[in-house]
């Protein structure tokens, strides 16, 4: 098992990653203060894991919510749910909530304990690759609106992510697939050797290779964190880690939440940015086929199929959270491990990369 | 015009109280930070104070939402409304809320700016003396639950309090007296010189005299920042604010949202934790006269008349969010101008004090 720190004064918490975590009770309790948890996941996961972090607790005043599987259950719908269950029983402000699932599990968890009673502890079980790399670290919580992704939502800090590795075994190809999206965003925005090491182990990372899966885990983790540490709310850089993602939100909203999963969005959204970096004549053709190839071996797409028209891409982007003064504010790598926020491109420039993804 | 500041470092906020501040723009303008704003107002005050606000943005992005009236529609479904005109518009995370509005509007709409794309601008122009001494200074936001009064919700700190004493000549009776209660309040836990002042002065400040206004609510919001200043998130010192809460509260959910004014019920709510003190052997019964004979001479009221048991009381009062490990934590006078968090009392005098005032 490896140990890291999100370092943020008095909301700093630890990451454990590795394999047979959920058969270590301790690590979960110690982190638990009062006898009532609330623990929250999904249908899917619930009959993998739930036993083992339930006989964790035996002690426990335990609650168990099971929200149904997917993106598009990421809604007020589910989240009032929640709230009803928490305020049946009745959950006091000293309850710990325990997301054991996905990003979705995860954000919709975390958005309940940041706004249950103003605000409730919350530890992070994450059991996708995804969760596990990315969205279970850093304290965004969310909900999804219709009109647009993640729009509801708080910063609220877990007090501990436990990655157990030993849940990637269950996981589909698609969802291994869409998890390296994330990671390869990270090797992307800061770190051209991670990049290396990565096009080495690629096979070993989607075919879920255990000792591989702990340390790329763990060096995302590491990634992630720096950047948390250094701008918990987003006001600076680490803005920089929603590279692919303003496209990326755009696909999964005019898609439909749940068509595409949000890793496949981000990596089609990765080699978007790229090639609109190419076309500002910052990164070589090399670079942008050498991001493209590393997601394809990854078996993850990297052009949009039909179903997209650039006026309506352009328009979902418009929602996004990072729009600024009415511009689009695009995270674009100037070579792989090093990229920027940027706001003066010519719009003609993103009009014409929507043009060459887009069908219509 | 006075000027005051909330001391949370970064988060450090003025408020600014006196007449006529709805005309000097800006006070407001200096708050905002980018050209979009969202006004929240509901349809009782948008004929009274809406103009005054609008005229003074002219150059503003500015977008107009209009709650109905009433503590019944602080509710899921008036948030979500507000959500929707918000990316209908679509706001991004540069536009500033400011809610215009007495504690219902201020509640909701501080929420929505917490919660929208995880945070955004908030600024507070309360326009009832409840507002204007308590619900808009200090950060809580919340929605109601129905089996529970501010139940989810979060801790958002407003950019900026405006509190334009003029807007008070519009209350009704009932209305002032309500917010008195929250004045009394102040003086009870924490101020017995304030307490005798308000003995002089509770005639001019339920009629609304300008002068006096001013100074009382100066002096409540010095209280108010005092305690938030000291404990932002309510961990320790800060629940002394709650007295007459435990107990108003559950007035309120058991009554039905709106049928008492907040005020009104923690009227009654201070009563009942001063006839608890008594009870205790802590609080003179001259000086729980003094506290039932203030707030009757506010036309106030210290009894609970029917249509509550005890039992159900109790119930409701486990909801509460001051509960820990089962038990409920009251805020009870030592004497007037001192008050302390118990954990330890004999249940029996609460089921007493309970008794005592319920009729069933």
Same mark, same amino acid.
């Given at each position: ?118 605000? =409730?502890?919350? #530890? ?5 690759? @995804?969760?596990?790399?990315?969205? +279970? !670290? %850093?304290?965004?919580? $969310? ?107 755009? =696909?999964?909203? #005019? ?5 595409? @999963?949000?890793?496949?969005?981000? +990596? !089609? %959204?990765?080699?978007? $940015? ?87």
């Amino acid at each position: 098992m490896a140990v890291m720190t999100v370092e943020l004064g008095e909301r700093s918490y630890p990451i454990y990653v590795g394999a047979g975590l959920l058969q270590q009770p301790e690590l979960l309790r110690r982190h638990i203060r009062a006898s009532e948890v609330m623990l929250v996941t999904n249908e899917v996961v619930a009959p993998l894991y739930l036993e083992r972090v339930v006989s964790a607790l035996p002690e426990y005043d335990l609650s168990i919510a099971t929200l149904p599987d997917g993106e598009r259950q990421k809604n007020s719908e589910q989240l009032n749910k929640l709230y009803d269950e928490m305020l049946e029983k009745p959950c006091s402000r000293q309850t710990t909530v325990i997301a054991l699932g996905g990003g979705v599990v995860g954000d919709i968890a975390g958005f309940a304990a940041a706004s249950y009673q103003r605000g =409730i502890d919350c #530890i992070q079980i994450p059991t996708t690759l @995804l969760a596990q790399v990315d969205s +279970a !670290v %850093g304290g965004k919580t $969310a909900i999804n609106h219709p009109r647009g992704k993640n729009m509801i939502g708080a910063f609220h800090q877990p007090r501990c992510v436990i990655a157990d590795t030993d849940t990637l075994a269950t996981l589909n190809q698609r969802e291994l697939s869409a998890g390296f999206a994330e990671v390869v965003k990270y090797a992307v925005i800061g770190d051209v050797e991670f990049f290396s090491w990565l096009e080495q182990h690629v096979d070993d990372i989607v075919s879920g290779v255990p000792d591989t899966m702990e340390e790329v885990i763990l060096a995302s983790c590491r990634h992630k964190a720096r950047f948390v540490a250094g701008d918990e709310r987003e006001t600076r850089e680490r803005a920089l880690l929603n590279l692919g993602h303003t496209f990326g939100h755009a =696909i999964e909203s #005019i898609a439909g939440y749940g068509q595409w @999963l949000h890793g496949e969005a981000v +990596a !089609v %959204g990765i080699v978007m $940015a790229a090639d609109m970096s190419r076309q500002l004549g910052w990164m070589s053709s090399e670079e942008v086929r050498r991001i493209g190839e590393l997601l394809t071996r990854a078996h993850l797409p990297i052009s949009l199929g039909g179903g997209f028209s650039t006026d309506t891409f352009l328009r979902q982007m418009m929602m996004d959270k990072k729009v600024m003064n009415g511009r689009i504010q695009l995270v674009l790598p100037e070579t792989i491990g090093r990229a920027r926020l940027v706001m003066d491109y010519p719009d003609q420039v993103l009009r014409d990369v929507l043009e060459s993804y887009c069908s219509g």
